[in-house]
């Protein structure tokens, strides 16, 4: 994952929205969303060379998200997958807060990383370029590469597309959330995050929505609770063209979460 915003009881309806791009390169091989047949209470993609994945939920409400930290000074061949620490979470049962403070005993077996995990619509933050576990705050936060809520301007853009969606929007609508996260267009230069890969990649990864010819977005998620429990999850996948990214599918799953409590 390179690009999650999440909305936590912005919108009267939903306790929790989630609008995610994953940028990978098109020759990792990857699954599409749905259920694991080793884990079946699990529903994500997954990554397939790495048997992890970026972004996944359960039926009984856990969630968990991971996106890399940008930084090439510090990236190591032993590191171990990151995209595991998401299915560990969803496979287990330990607290968010409890399993993220194990992670941080392990900081250092790992390039850098954020990851989120949570049930329902309390959600905890830990990077491994920072340091504590943190609960997000009911609003509008953004991660990519770097920290929580860092305004790069692909975050800020998604932060604020997602703002203007919930203050316009009664009914929130998965393809509409998708259709948010399809955007190529580069910030400009003064506005480009320096994290040692040059200014030609900064500058080819810094829209919301990512092409190149050899990586990019591979797929666009977007998951909505509802304040009775339903959960949309969708999913839109990309292809690789030499006219730029073709979409593929759109999966479609639904799940009943538990109530949801209210945010204190």
């Not at 932060?159 to 316009?168: D, P, V």
């Not at 839109?236 to 730029?244: H, I, K, P, V």
Request: proline share 8%.
């Amino acid at each position: 994952m390179c690009l999650i915003v999440i909305a936590i009881d912005a919108h009267p309806e939903y306790p929790l929205i989630i609008a995610a791009n994953r940028d990978e390169f098109y020759s990792r091989p990857t699954a599409a969303l749905d259920f694991w047949e080793d884990h079946p209470y699990i529903l994500a993609g997954r990554d397939l060379q790495s048997r992890g994945t970026w972004l996944g939920v359960t039926p009984g409400g856990r969630i968990a998200a991971v996106t890399n930290y940008r930084d090439p000074s510090a990236m190591t061949p032993w590191g171990k997958s990151r995209g595991q620490l998401v299915r560990d979470f969803l496979a287990g049962d330990r607290r968010p807060e409890r399993y993220l403070a194990e992670v941080e005993k392990q900081r250092d077996q790992y390039c850098g990383f954020n990851l989120l995990a949570g049930r329902l619509n309390e959600i905890w933050w830990y990077s491994n370029k920072n340091s504590g576990v943190v609960r997000l705050k009911a609003g509008i936060h953004g991660i990519s590469n770097h920290l929580l809520d860092t305004p790069w301007p692909k975050v800020s853009t998604m932060k604020q597309k997602l703002a203007a969606l919930i203050e316009a929007s009664p009914v929130i609508e998965p393809h509409a959330v998708l259709d948010l996260l399809y955007d190529p267009r580069p910030a400009a230069n003064d506005h480009l995050p320096d994290t040692g890969v040059g200014k030609d990649w900064e500058r080819t990864l810094s829209p919301v929505f990512v092409v190149s010819p050899v990586y990019g977005t591979r797929c666009s998620s977007a998951l909505i609770l509802d304040k009775n429990g339903r959960l949309q999850f969708w999913e839109r996948t990309f292809l690789a063209d030499q006219a730029g990214p073709k979409p593929g599918e759109t999966r479609r799953f639904e799940l009943q979460w538990p109530d949801i409590p209210a945010t204190t």
